[in-house]
């Protein structure tokens, strides 16, 4: 099964890797980026001042 997913996905991910210039980015960037987003959005003036849902 694994051999024929293979065979139906490795076109398909380098058509999309070549149509959209897309590069290999190191895992460690990648965590780092999004650790800052995930940082950025709870930072003080982010964060909604009002609950999300209401009380009672």
Do not use: K
Not at 4 to 15: F, M, N, S
Not at 18 to 40: M, N
Request: proline share 11%; glycine share 8%; charged share 25%.
């Amino acid at each position: 099964m694994l051999p024929e997913l293979g065979r139906l996905l490795d076109p398909w991910t380098a058509e999309h890797r070549d149509g959209r210039g897309d590069e290999w980015i190191p895992v460690a960037r990648q965590a780092e980026y999004q650790s800052r987003v995930v940082l950025a959005a709870f930072e003080p003036g982010r964060v909604a001042t009002r609950p999300l849902l209401p009380f009672g």
